[in-house]
């Protein structure tokens, strides 16, 4: 569903230095992403609270689970 | 020793010879005295006009795996277990056929009831799987677990 919206399932994305940076640098880039609900991981770790990024993490948005 | 998670998914739907054999691998563990077993179908929901014929499972697997490595530590941590089993397809999934299969088995069926339903409602809140409802018309939805 999110990737169905963006241009590439997989891509690098110049560095931000926090995952709430990430998230605004991610919305200003795919304006789409500001209407979807989505969880970020950081490193395959759901990300509640602004944490800081060194640069080689690997991102994933995530759209609500429907498992089972 | 430093355990490893294990892989969960199946492609395509869990069939009742998995699940059979699943229940006849443990005949020789003697110490059970209960299992309990949740088994998920899909269901022909009505969807916008339509109604759902299969569902295509897609994970982030990787982070699932691992998400269902730390969920089963703490199940096994919580309850006095004998042994946890988890299924969980990928793929196409048609109306009527299996998805989830979650086995718990236990000296005592409280524990292994308890345990099941822990279990099940962890993997459905916490697991990155998701689930596309295919539709009758070609269209497709996605669902959302409430």
Known sequence: MLAEKLPQQEFE?????????????????FPVLKDMKFSLAVDKQ??????????????????????? | MIR???NIFVEGPITSDRIATAI????????IG???????????DEKEGSVV????????????????FEIREAIFEKYPLTCMH?????????????????FTSSKHRKVAIAACEELVERLKKELPVWGKELLGSEEAT?????
Do not use: C
């Not at chain 1, 994305?13 to 880039?29: D, I, M, T």
């Not at chain 1, 944490?51 to 759209?63: D, Q, S, T, V």
């Open chain 2, 4 to 6: 490893k998670p294990k």
């Open chain 2, 34 to 44: 209960a299992h309990s077993i949740f088994l998920g179908q899909i269901r022909a």
């Open chain 2, 142 to 146: 996605w669902k959302e677990n409430t």
């Open chain 1, 46 to 68: 759901l990300v509640q609270e602004n944490i800081r990024l060194k640069g080689n993490e690997e991102i994933a948005l995530l759209p609500p689970f429907s498992g089972g």
């Open chain 1, 13 to 29: 994305f110049p560095y931000q230095k926090n995952s709430q940076e990430l998230l605004e640098a991610l919305g200003k880039k």
């Open chain 2, 86 to 102: 988890i299924y969980h397809s990928l793929g196409r999934v048609h109306v009527g056929e299996i998805s989830l299969f979650v």
């Open chain 2, 24 to 31: 006849q691998n443990h005949s020789t563990k003697t110490t």
């Open chain 2, 53 to 68: 014929k299969a569902i295509e499972y897609t994970a982030y697997e990787d982070m699932a795996l691992e998400k269902a």
